[in-house]
């Protein structure tokens, strides 16, 4: 029976939330639930809508039976120690684990002891903010930029100076321009299948960076969430690989996209002098290391080959979708410029004289949603470009927002 609903119905079954309102100076749009119902998560798309802006990963990706198989296991060996504090670089045997893994995914050897578990990349950030800056302090960032992460930067006063891209990541002429005007405390880039524009950063520039960011002494915060998903080209080698030599070079990294958000799971490798700072801040000193239990839960995952087995489905399926809506957009949407992802979770298309906040605002007319360029900005640029995710949505219900789409652009 379930399978005669007509998508809207499914999607009005999935996501029951109503109202729309505008917070906020990076001016997202939030729904508010009208049932006072208590919410689970931070999703909020109304009833029939398809939010094609979703950077979430598709509910029915999520691990549910695997995780449900590791906890089990978990809890037949009656150790209690995962439900103790952690230790502060967060627990050993997860670390050499998660090493064994990241040396098959890289091809060169990853030291545990120079991991560092962390709440997810988000709370990397954080805590790298809260130990490496003073409000005040300058850092540069990619052109656009992942605008969360902006928030972060937002909440510690750091001062953005934003650095253009072009197809191969940061445009290092105009890195050099600043460098020679400024001093950043970090470079943020996301080097590998950026969010939002898709686009991963060469090999020549990143020997470059690192060069430079020795030189003139400032850290680069790599932020690697996309690493991992790749499709069509594998990116270069991760950050990680400068990490043991070069104090420099932060890699940060995530379970979110490989196996769930709400895990609040992931690491940075990082020189062993950055990961003793880490170590020993009052955050990890008060609260003993981040997430023992989960990292337990997430370990026997990596021993058992489920997740290198789990990212190779996820690589399989978005592929699959990312074809669909270069599909759509192609028929439906013939005047859209973009570049076609390699990887990750997103189109960032070029709507070349269209006010992409504005498109927005009328989006909401035809039950389709999409996040407008100005998000990803740290000067209110980028109005005319749009991001879509193909990862949220299964493929009919991404043919349907692209149509709903070209409606909307066409009233
Ligand atoms: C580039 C980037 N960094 C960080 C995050 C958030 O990661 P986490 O869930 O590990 O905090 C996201 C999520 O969309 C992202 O795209």
């Keep these: 029976m379930v399978e005669s609903w007509s998508l809207e119905s499914k999607i009005l079954i999935k996501y029951c939330f109503v109202n729309i309102s505008n917070h906020s100076n990076f001016t997202e749009f939030v729904y508010t ?18 939010d094609l802006g979703m950077g979430n990963p598709d509910f029915d990706l999520l691990p549910m039976e695997l995780l449900h198989q590791s906890a089990e296991a978990y809890f037949t060996t009656s150790d209690p120690r995962y439900l103790q504090y952690g230790v502060e670089q967060g627990d050993g045997y997860f670390c050499r ?52 992460a902006l928030r972060i930067f937002e909440d510690h006063g750091l001062r953005v100076v934003p650095i253009p891209m072009d197809d191969e990541g940061l445009q290092f002429d105009a890195l050099e321009e600043k460098l020679a005007e400024f001093r950043p405390k970090f470079v943020y880039i996301i080097p590998a299948f950026q969010n939002p524009s898709g686009r991963t950063l060469s090999q020549a520039r990143r020997e470059k960076l690192v060069e430079r960011a020795q030189r003139y002494n400032f850290l680069v915060v790599a932020d690697e969430a996309y690493q991992f998903l790749h499709y069509t080209q594998t990116p270069p080698g991760s950050f990680a690989s400068f990490a043991g030599d070069v ?19 992931g690491w940075i490798q990082a020189h062993s002098t950055v990961i003793k700072r880490l170590a020993g801040s009052g955050l990890l000193e008060s609260g003993g290391g981040m997430n023992p239990y989960i990292s337990a839960l997430v370990r ?46 997103f189109f960032w298309v070029h709507l070349p004289g269209v006010d992409a906040t504005e498109l927005r605002r009328k989006a909401q007319g035809f039950k389709v949603d999409l996040r407008q360029g100005a998000l990803f900005s740290s000067q209110m640029g980028m109005q005319d470009y749009v991001r879509l995710s193909f990862c949220f949505y299964g493929p009919e219900a991404i043919e349907e927002g692209i149509k709903r789409l070209r409606d909307c652009l066409g009233k």
Excluded: W
């Excluded at 208590?38 to 398809?50: A, E, H, L, M, Y």
């Excluded at 805590?127 to 003073?134: A, E, R």
């Design 97 to 148: 684990a998660l090493a064994n893994f990241l040396t098959t995914a890289y091809g060169t050897r990853v030291d545990p002891d120079l991991l560092f578990v962390t709440a997810g990349a988000s709370s990397a950030l954080d805590l790298l903010c809260t130990l490496y800056t003073l409000p005040g302090d300058m850092i540069f960032v990619e052109e656009p930029s992942y605008f969360l």
């Design 247 to 265: 104090e420099q070079v932060i890699s940060v990294n995530s379970f979110s996209k490989i196996l769930a958000p709400g895990l609040r799971l």
């Design 33 to 50: 639930s009208s049932m006072s119902e208590p919410k689970i998560t931070q999703i909020n798309v109304p009833p029939g809508f398809i």
């Design 300 to 345: 026997g995952l990596i021993e058992s080959g489920e997740l290198v087995k789990n990212i190779a489905n996820l690589r399989m399926e978005y592929a699959r979708r990312l074809n669909v809506m270069n599909a759509a957009l192609r028929q439906h949407l013939p005047t859209a410029v973009y570049t076609l992802p390699q990887g990750g979770f």
